[in-house]
């Protein structure tokens, strides 16, 4: 008798998932993702550790990142998988700010709002200021340094948020567990919002080949991180210079890590977006 030769996979063929169709995620193509329901236009595509992510923004204005993978999103009513788009040059779109959003020329700065966001160290309000700065003044968001975390228990009591008055707050190195983030969850509250980025310090948040280096350098427990990157990397101990070189490498968002990308817009949707 002849025996039957079998492969490891007996599911029948017309079980099996077919593939989805691949289409580059270029900027302006409308897509929704599956699992959320969230629609919107491709904003930016990148690399990340964990894989590509795409960014898409809804008509109300509003980001979110999306891992691209397989079988991830409709296309008008189509599954789709996104893949990164080619190098080769596009057809020229709307001028985008530093963050990605659509130009406005001419546009004047609105207004103040009422809300503020307070974002911890100079040099992180430096660079929300050098990314978002655009955004920020044509939706009127002002921008407040916040000198320490300790002060902003304080600094809410005296803000005294409310509906058309809410607050928005970026913390370094907001991980479980420590003094940041005990005091992050006294003070946040339905008009309070308080994130943070995974990163020592937020020199960490531009990408290493946009300041022309390889990796961030690993600073022992103990010692000063920004002087000893600089020790490390050869640079003068200068950490107000360093921070310069730093700041002259980044353009636009595409400079910055997506870990801190998604928390700033967080914080601007969280102040703009009306309450109901």
């Not at 893949?83 to 530093?98: C, D, F, L, N």
Request: hydrophobic share 40%.
């Amino acid at each position: 008798m002849r025996s039957r030769q079998y492969g490891p996979d007996l599911t029948p063929p017309w079980k099996k998932q077919q593939p989805a169709p691949e289409v580059a995620a270029d900027v302006d193509l409308v897509v929704e993702e599956v699992t959320t329901g969230f629609c919107g236009a491709v904003i930016r595509c990148e690399k990340t550790a964990q894989g590509p992510v795409v960014t898409l923004e809804d008509r109300f204005g509003k980001h979110r990142v999306f891992p691209m993978e397989p079988r991830g999103f409709l296309l008008e009513g189509r599954v789709v998988t996104l893949v990164r788009p080619s190098s080769a040059p596009a057809a020229k779109g709307p001028a985008r700010t530093a963050s990605g959003s659509i130009a406005v020329p001419g546009a004047r700065a609105r207004v103040a709002r009422a809300g503020r966001i307070y974002v911890e160290g100079r040099h992180d309000a430096e660079l929300v200021e050098r990314v978002w700065g655009d955004d920020l003044r044509i939706e009127g968001v002002v921008v407040e340094y916040l000198e320490g975390v300790d002060d902003l228990p304080a600094i809410v009591r005296s803000f005294a948020p409310g509906p058309d008055a809410r607050l928005g707050v970026l913390v370094d190195h907001l991980v479980p567990g420590s003094k940041e983030s005990r005091i992050a969850a006294e003070v946040t509250g339905e008009h309070v919002l308080v994130v943070g980025h995974p990163y020592v310090d937020v020199w960490e948040a531009v990408k290493p080949s946009s300041v022309g280096i390889r990796e961030w350098p690993r600073v022992p427990r103990g010692q000063d991180w920004k002087t000893g990157v600089c020790e490390a990397l050869g640079w003068p101990s200068n950490t107000g210079a360093a921070w310069q070189r730093i700041l002259s490498g980044v353009r636009s968002y595409k400079d910055l890590e997506p870990e801190l990308l998604g928390r700033v817009e967080e914080l601007i949707d969280f102040v703009t977006v009306p309450v109901g």
